[in-house]
């Protein structure tokens, strides 16, 4: 499995695969706008001028706890960094808490602080990051598909957003990284992957915030730059197994449960109230590759409901087929009596809205178009299909409703 030790006051981490990796951290001295090029770093650009590296001072040795649900190790970086990492009992993943700032400037240069990921995989310049935390897209260092590039930033024209991950593969492994919130990221030499957590910058961009990106918070008449914190979690799986972690525990990042405290006496509470309650078939669950992403009672009575198939095609050699969601037993206590698909928004009918849909005027003959898609609802039957990566949305009125809770 996963065993956590540490070198040089670095975590490394052994796995069955025999890929260790070295986390690291640097930032990148963003661009003034002063001489040969006059385009700062700022709110809206990315321009670094150099690179330095993030030693670890030593004047704090790590501390490391171990328990029955998990083993951590706390360190501190320097006076600006503070981590902690963490390997859970039973779980194959590593979890990296970061506590960051105020960045100093009193050096009066700016500061984009990044992590690294440092493994001997060969990668062959391609990575993989997510748009809109949805599909993943294929990213080749210095290169595009569709026209011929020339670098003139190799960094700053190779980092992408990251929503929901990033990974590397190597043809017999894959590193996947997922972040609790968006960050920048990429690939910049093989084997590496680096997040960008933190930005301080003196110099306005010139993209029409006429500021310098120079937060602050100030107590009294002291001011200081934000302490930012968050999380990341890395995972090391065999050459198409990596999937399955991305899509199930990046869907639990974006919809973790929520938890509620109370100073009343559990035993007291739970004999006066129902503890437990599902409008679902108990005998039924959503198909593995499926997201309940909405559903939200609207001021008439009917219901809005948005699901999602998790999966890209081919992504996943069983959990990029098609799904589909029965909704009689995803609503057993209540008759559905009318059920109308809408688009994303549902600002409108699906099918008034594909009358509509703007047709592009192309040069050459028409390509004829490889989307598949789920088909109609049948309405005795109500079941919907769904393609890999679909999103659909329906407004659903019921009839009668059997159960006494509401939706």
Known sequence: MMQLDHYRSTPIVRLRFEANFEQKYKYYIGQDGSGDDPQASGAYIFRPKDVVPIKTDGQVPPTILRGPILDEVHQQINPWIYQITRVYKGKDYV??????????????????????????????????????GRDFIKRVRDYRSEWKIEVNQPVAGNYYPINLGIYVEDGSKELSILVDRSVGGSSIKDGQIELMLHRRLLNDDGRGVAEALEEKVCLDDQCEGLVIEGKYYLKIDPQGDGARWRRTFGQELYSPLLLAFTEQDGGN???????????MDPTYSLPENVALLTLEELEDGSVLLRLAHLYEAGEHKDLSAPASVDLKRVFPDNKIGKIIETSLSANQERAAMEKKRLKWKVAGPPQKENVVRGGPVDPSKLVVELAPMEIRTFIISFEHRLAAHPI
């Open 95 to 132: 979890e990296t808490e970061f506590i960051v700032g105020p960045i100093p400037v009193d050096d009066e240069n700016g500061k984009e602080l990044s992590t690294e990921i440092i493994t001997s995989m060969a990668t062959n310049k391609t990575f993989y990051t997510d748009s809109s």
């Open 269 to 279: 509470w739970a004999n006066s109230h129902v503890s437990s309650f599902s409008a």
